[in-house]
């Protein structure tokens, strides 16, 4: 096979829809290979379909990429995925998508590039395959357009989606997209992240807006609270959009938040504890170049807040970070610090210092006292108690 068709112009890496018509096709075509790269073990002639919709409820609808058929029943959802994430509970509402009988003979693979690799350990019943795995049985088609086709599929996601290492600089992108030259440093960091015990990681998508953030999260047992160190390009996402190259990048922006989960208000956040923690394992810590910008607030409470912190002997820089918008938003309230390692940085520097800031986030998530019990956090925004907590309105 001396020559390949050029697949970019088919092809484009932000095209999703692109990408699951030919894989739809490929798979129609052969599937006998279909059947054996899923896992489908059902007889009978195969139907695939595109973005089929089911309703949820009356107002929403689910619609997987692809769904396989056999015999009148679902045995594979197929999830694509190229530079985007995963949907807030995408995968759980997926899975039940498929009736409850027919969950378990049916495959839920998500389809992502390996070297920007899913995480989808949190949802029940699936499997992450990348696209490198998926495509390459096809190579070995007997129907010699299929092989073709695959075979420069695989060349074209080589040549789109480059490698970096340890000695890729966090600003010198050239000849890629800038966006996904981000989430290929993004997914670096999450990849190489020495992760202390009793924490986890994530990758997540900052709103919509194309730019990624790797989390470490040591979560405060039985307490609602996580401390969280999180890395991500310091540029706002409306802004690296703007950008003709890597030139412009600020640099990696490193950020420690004490996050209240599962609630709708940034009322009852336990600024005491945020100042404890501070006080007990970062104000040693002068190596870290904090960002010096005060917090804005424009909340009654927010600003209570603040003041409490200053109140307490904390720096006038803690505090930044998101509260009640965030909260009505994620159901999550973090504020805490930042600071911003320079554009020069190595991937694999970038990666010491936050595995060096999670170790910190583990010893704070163990300390012997903890933050108000989500008890009670419900009852000061219910107004039924009166502890005194910094930051609560009323």
């Known amino acids: 096979m001396s020559s390949l068709p050029d697949l970019r112009f088919l092809l484009s890496i932000n095209s999703e829809n692109a990408w699951s018509d030919l894989l739809a096709t490929l798979m129609n075509a052969d599937q006998a290979i279909t059947r054996s790269v899923l896992g489908i073990e059902a007889f009978g002639p195969l139907q695939i379909r595109r973005e089929v919709s089911k309703p ?4 929403a609808s689910d619609r997987p990429d692809l769904v396989v058929e056999a015999n009148g029943q679902v045995v594979a959802v197929v999830e694509v995925k190229l530079l985007a994430g995963l949907g807030s509970e995408q995968l759980e509402r997926y899975y039940k998508y498929v009736a409850e009988e027919d969950r378990n003979d049916c495959q839920f693979v998500t389809v992502s590039l390996r070297r920007i690799r899913l995480d989808t350990t949190h949802a029940q019943g699936w499997q992450n395959l990348t696209w490198e795995e998926l495509i390459a049985p096809f190579t070995s088609s007997p129907m010699p357009w299929a092989a073709t086709t695959a ?7 080589e040549s789109q989606v480059p490698e970096v290492d340890g000695d890729t600089v966090w600003n010198q992108i050239d000849g890629i997209d800038l966006y996904l030259a981000l989430r290929l440093r993004a997914a670096y960091m999450y990849d190489n992240v020495t992760l202390p015990g009793g924490s986890s990681k994530s990758i997540q998508e900052i709103g919509s807006g194309g730019l990624y953030v790797a989390i470490v999260d040591a979560p405060i047992s039985g307490s609602g609270y996580t401390v969280r160190w999180e890395a991500t390009e310091s540029l706002p996402t409306q802004d690296v959009g703007k950008l003709a190259g890597g030139s412009g990048l600020r640099g990696v922006d490193v950020r420690f938040f004490l996050v209240q989960q599962q609630v709708t208000s940034s009322k009852a956040y336990d600024w005491d504890y945020l100042a404890l923690l501070w006080q007990e394992y ?14 804005r607030k424009t909340l009654q409470w927010e600003k209570d807040g603040v003041a409490r912190l200053k109140e307490l002997g904390a720096p006038a820089f803690l505090g930044n970070g998101y509260g009640e918008g965030q909260a009505k938003l994620s159901g999550e309230v973090e504020f805490g610090a930042r600071f911003v390692l320079p554009p020069s940085t190595t991937l694999k520097e970038a990666a010491e210092v936050l595995s060096r800031v999670a170790v910190i986030g583990s010893r704070m998530a163990q300390h012997a006292t903890q933050p108000q019990a989500k008890e009670t956090v419900i009852a000061l925004i219910n107004g039924e108690s009166d502890s005194g907590n910094a930051g609560v309105d009323g």
Do not use: C, G, N, Y
């Open 282 to 295: 970062l104000a040693q810590e002068d190596w870290i170049p904090w960002r010096p910008h005060p917090p």
């Open 56 to 59: 949820r409820d009356r107002k």
């Open 151 to 157: 075979t420069a599929w695989a060349s074209h996601i």
